[in-house]
């Protein structure tokens, strides 16, 4: 199988120096590209155990959210439920920003998310049982963690992009860019020593005839 080279290139001096060039560059970015890769691929499974463990409590939360809604249902009534419920003053407030991950964006989530009264709810203790505060309570939570979980697996996301387009950067560097550079300088050097041992002997033939005339 033929080695592949760079198309187009005269093997000159000049054209040799740069090619050397070019790939002691390609060879530090590959360098650099797997330590990027690598780094990468820890943060993710860094982040993935944390995913974990924020579903599980999301998956609490809103499990026990939903047995305290029913267990309120049974006490108050559905129709008495959704009264209340109708007079909760909805509100979530979250800030967005970001942070750099190896040169990756992440979104950073803080939600101003906290144990309200009922009073701060909009309905009153005198016709509400203390299963439905409980529930409202816990559904805040769940919110809560619901924006948490939501950061976590968007930065899992951007990472796992990066991760995979990291590793096809350094694929095409190792087998493709890299090999190509290595065989055109190896072309170069053979074919300018070629020339010069074509040179050597055209001279020596040159002074040969010379001296014979």
Same mark, same amino acid.
């Given at each position: 199988?033929?080695?592949?080279?760079?198309? !187009?290139?005269?093997?000159?001096?000049?054209?040799?120096?740069?090619?050397?060039?070019?790939?002691?560059?390609?060879?530090?970015?590959?360098?650099?590209?797997?330590?990027?890769?690598?780094?990468?691929?820890?943060?993710?499974?860094?982040?993935?155990?944390?995913?974990?463990?924020?579903?599980?409590?999301?998956?609490?939360?809103?499990?026990?959210?939903?047995?305290?809604?029913?267990?309120?249902?049974?006490?108050?009534?559905?129709?008495?439920?959704?009264?209340?419920?109708?007079?909760?003053?909805?509100?979530?407030?979250?800030?967005?920003?970001?942070?750099?991950?190896?040169?990756?964006?992440?979104?950073?989530?803080?939600?101003?998310?906290?144990?309200?009264?009922?009073?701060? &709810?909009?309905? !009153?203790?005198?016709?509400?049982?203390?299963?439905?505060?409980?529930?409202?309570?816990?559904?805040?939570?769940?919110?809560?963690?619901?924006?948490?979980?939501?950061?976590?697996?968007?930065?899992?996301?951007?990472?796992? !992009?990066?991760?995979?387009?990291?590793? &096809? &950067?350094?694929?095409?560097?190792?087998?493709?860019?890299?090999?190509?550079?290595?065989?055109?300088?190896?072309?170069?050097?053979?074919?300018?020593?070629?020339?010069?041992?074509?040179?050597?002997?055209?001279?020596?033939?040159?002074?040969?005839?010379?001296?014979?005339?």
């Amino acid at each position: 199988m033929a080695q592949e080279m760079i198309e !187009g290139i005269n093997p000159t001096r000049m054209e040799l120096l740069k090619l050397k060039d070019r790939e002691k560059l390609a060879v530090k970015g590959h360098s650099l590209l797997k330590e990027k890769r690598n780094a990468l691929i820890m943060e993710f499974f860094n982040i993935l155990e944390r995913v974990k463990g924020s579903r599980e409590d999301v998956e609490k939360t809103l499990t026990e959210a939903y047995k305290d809604l029913t267990a309120a249902q049974i006490v108050m009534g559905d129709l008495a439920v959704k009264k209340a419920a109708m007079s909760v003053k909805e509100f979530v407030d979250v800030d967005i920003d970001s942070r750099s991950v190896m040169g990756v964006v992440v979104p950073v989530l803080d939600s101003d998310i906290h144990k309200r009264t009922m009073v701060e &709810r909009g309905y !009153g203790f005198l016709d509400t049982s203390v299963k439905l505060d409980e529930a409202a309570h816990k559904f805040e939570e769940s919110i809560k963690l619901i924006i948490e979980l939501g950061e976590i697996e968007k930065t899992i996301i951007l990472l796992a !992009g990066e991760i995979e387009s990291t590793k &096809r &950067r350094v694929n095409a560097l190792e087998h493709i860019i890299i090999p190509k550079l290595e065989n055109t300088v190896k072309y170069i050097e053979m074919r300018l020593e070629e020339m010069e041992r074509e040179n050597f002997v055209r001279l020596k033939m040159i002074k040969k005839t010379m001296e014979m005339e």
